[in-house]
């Protein structure tokens, strides 16, 4: 709904609320939108390239919300980024990007999968990395969630009882065979493309362990929950992640002490720091448990350092999206071993 005024006057009701509160309106000035109007409910042709450049309408169902990134412009601004996935009848999936923060937050907060969203005034462009037509969100663009028309209702009907393949499989194949061997320098450029939004990337790494330093004074253990792995500050703290089966309360199970080892990964081509080898994947590197290695003599512990540190080891690896808020993709050590 448009708002005329002063500057100052738009600016203060800009910052009065956000995506998701509730207003009250007085006195609006309502004019039916003609039919020949340019602004059609529907411009299907979206997944054409002969639709390049056009801004429409689209009533679709979700089928994937991303996680918020943190991405750096090429002027060196950082700016949000959120990538969901919709789909309709007629088409399984659509990507479209989302540059606006408080949109992108409201999103994440208030929709779900195969909910239905009204959205107006968005771009439909040609992506040359992902190699499809996408949408691009601007200031112009609004997201109605369930939006209360008939169309709406068969979207929604139909979306709640169709089976949706795995959109990971879909979408990011060539990343999932964990037998793909991977440069250092290809990993690292993979995670810091701002045009992709990849749930997860896995493969293996031929590396050399490049700093190990578990004869130092730092700590190398941690209380984590056995079901999400989460980080608790002490061995009587519960989970609180309401996604995991402890945190939830559907099981009960006490804090464990795991491995929390931070190391370097390198190659010729670059070097990935202070990544983590967590329980039972340093516990089976190492061949020790965690009690047992803290029983360890300072010597000891240097000798068995020098059994990895700069040794040749074969890495799989897999990395997932940033957690909301942070831009940060997680790399984590799935198995670690010296190469025959």
Known sequence: MPYAGEESAITTLSTSFTIGDIVKIKNPQIIERQPESDDEKFKPPVNSQTAEGLTVNLLVAVR???CIQTVKTKDGREVKKLQITVFDQSHPVFHILIWE??????????????????ISN?????????????????????FIQDPDIPDARVLYQYAMKISLPDDVIQN??????STTVYTIEQIIKLMNKSEVNLNEIQGTLQVMISSFDIDSTNKISSFRCPGCIQVLEKQGDKCINGACEIGSGMKNLPAEEMYDIPLSLADNTGCI????????????LLGLNVQDFLRLSAEDKTKLKWNYLFERMTVQFKVTQPSVGNGKYNFRIISCKKCD
Not at 101 to 118: D, G, H, P, Q
Not at 172 to 177: N, P, R, T
Not at 274 to 281: E, H
């Open 101 to 118: 923060e408080e949109t992108a937050n409201f999103i994440v907060k208030y929709c779900s999968k195969r909910s239905v969203m009204l």
């Open 172 to 177: 990011e194949s060539k990343y999932s065979d």
């Open 122 to 142: 968005i771009k439909v462009s040609y992506n040359n990395y992902m190699k499809e037509m996408i949408g691009t969100s601007g200031g112009t663009t609004i």
């Open 64 to 66: 994937e919300i991303g």
């Open 273 to 284: 720091e202070r990544c983590l080898l967590l329980g039972q994947v340093a516990e089976n």
